[in-house]
């Protein structure tokens, strides 16, 4: 596969700032939605290893995202709160952290390629992708950033809260996190907006 595909035409075009948009956390039911933003170098190479970052092992991952920083013309990882999640909904919310990634002092994207089948207007000129993770380099190295520090943030909460089993599960439903919901109910990090089967409110000296 090609995933210099959508990026090389851009850059033949006459676009110099071609942005790779994704997110990661939109089915957990806890913690932020991450969004991160990458713009490689018109006619650049990064590592072929770059893929869907949930097709990566977590050493590769975290191994990819150094170069990707490192070459990148520009990259930004922006979230939102569960509390904006709860406001308006994770699909707005997922949108509006990937609309701050282009919005980034020193971003000026010219172009946006969108991971997905939705977005918003934007005077940005965009394209979504679907399963663009796989398919566009930029993409897919917003994903990896993305995932990276989702997760990186997900494990140091899990210290603080280890009733729910984020260290392995990232705040994702499993059966370790429904039942850290049942016996100790949901937490400031939680997304009350979500299906959390529990009416029981967290008391932090738990923790």
């Given at each position: 596969m090609d995933r210099y595909q959508f990026e090389t035409k851009l850059w033949e075009q006459g676009f110099q700032?071609?942005?790779?948009?994704?997110?990661?956390?939109?089915?957990?039911?806890?913690?932020?939605?991450?969004?991160?933003?990458?713009?490689?170098?018109p006619c650049s190479r990064i590592s072929k290893d770059v893929a869907d970052s949930k097709s990566i092992d977590e050493k590769t991952r975290i191994r990819l995202r150094e170069e990707i920083k490192e070459k990148a013309l520009f990259w930004t990882v922006q979230k939102c709160s569960p509390g904006e999640i709860d406001e308006i909904n994770i699909l707005k919310a997922s949108i509006r952290a990937m609309m701050r990634c282009s919005e980034e002092v020193g971003a000026e994207p010219d172009y946006l390629l969108v991971d997905g089948n939705r977005f918003t207007s934007s005077v940005i000129p965009h394209s979504c992708i679907?399963?663009?993770?796989d398919k566009s380099v930029s993409i897919a190295s917003a994903s990896i950033l993305a995932k990276v520090h989702r997760d990186q943030l997900m494990r140091k909460l899990h210290?603080?809260?280890?009733?729910?089993?984020?260290?392995?599960?990232?705040?994702y439903p499993t059966k370790e996190h429904f039942e850290g919901l049942k016996n100790h109910g949901y937490t400031k990090h939680h997304r009350k907006s979500f299906k959390?089967?529990?009416?029981?409110v967290y008391k932090e000296s738990n923790s």
């Open positions: 700032r071609v942005m790779g948009l994704d997110e990661v956390g939109r089915g957990c039911l806890c913690g932020p939605v991450v969004a991160a933003g990458v713009i490689l170098k679907v399963k663009g993770d210290k603080e809260y280890p009733h729910f089993g984020w260290e392995t599960n990232v705040g959390l089967r529990t009416e029981k």
